[in-house]
């Protein structure tokens, strides 16, 4: 699932890309993807693209009018911008937005369809997708160390729950993590002030690293890779492979369909994390899937129904 640095360099691109345009037409090729109804997706044509934000994981492209148009790319959403003459690139395509320079494409290559998009119209609709997650960027080290001390979890849980903080996915998660020198499995109650303040530097590091990154490779155009594996990371998508601080290979936690990477010897004083031992731990407090907790709209909110995931 694209996390807070890919999200934030989409939506610096969108509204690079898209500003001051008027959307010219819209084709939805997949019947789920639209999860909204009134106002119709049709309504946009027409207006006026004012600006580009992001909730969340979502990204969120704003028309004339209050009326915006919301998408979460989920696990293997992308988005694609192509010439106005370009091929779309066949059966993995679930919507098209027509500018007078170019078509945004919004795709999904997988066969289990969970990318959405939402039409939605006023601020307070909007709000309704927020999830309610810290900022850590913006956040103190007294307010980092509040919220995450506000419920008892692992720190991996934590950090990967939308309601208690902002963008963090499995990749990032695993960075952080191993940036603080903390376990994955350390509970939140149980955190000293020191490693609370650590883990809050090695968020805003992390993050701020990777965006400026992206931003490098993308420069003034479009991203073309979005992935949650990429070269240079630490630990994530690295099992069995040096940790480039200390050389000890990197161990994995599979639990159901989510799995972390850490390394033992930076992370849990050489001690492995056997799968087996964890079972309770992890059955009451390990994500079954990490796009399960980013995959809702909060019922309260009344925009749209729910999402699947």
Known sequence: ???????????????????????????????????????????????????????????????????????????????????????????IVLAEFGFATGRLVLTEAAKKKRASLHVVEGRDALRGFDRGGLDVQAASATGFAARLRSENHTLKRALTDPRLFDGIGNAYSDEILHRARLSPLTLTSRITDNDADRLHRACNAVLDEWTQRLRAESADGWPQKVTAFREGMAVH?????????????????????????????????????????????????????????????????????????
């Not at 996390?3 to 690079?16: G, H, Q």
Request: glycine fraction near 10%; proline fraction near 7%; charge should be positive.
């Open 237 to 309: 998508g690295r099992f069995r492979l040096p940790c480039p601080e200390c050389g000890s290979p990197v161990q994995r936690i599979r639990y159901a369909d989510n799995e972390t990477n850490y390394c033992a010897t930076c992370q849990t004083n050489g001690r492995l994390l056997a799968d087996r031992g964890l079972s309770r731990l992890l059955k009451e407090d390990w994500p079954r899937s990490i796009d399960e907790y980013d995959g809702h709209i909060g019922r309260r909110s009344g925009v749209g129904g729910s999402e699947g995931g």
């Open 1 to 91: 699932m694209p996390e807070l640095p890919d999200i934030t360099v989409y939506k610096e691109s969108l509204a690079r890309q898209l500003t001051g345009q008027a959307l010219e037409s819209c084709l939805v090729r997949s019947p789920f993807v639209l999860r909204t109804v009134a106002p119709p997706l049709s309504s946009l044509v027409g207006t006026r693209v004012v600006g580009a934000a992001r909730i969340g994981k979502r990204l969120v492209i704003a028309f004339d009018g209050e009326r915006f148009l919301v998408l979460h790319l989920m696990v293997a959403g992308r988005l694609r911008w192509l010439t106005p003459n370009a091929k779309a690139p066949g059966r």
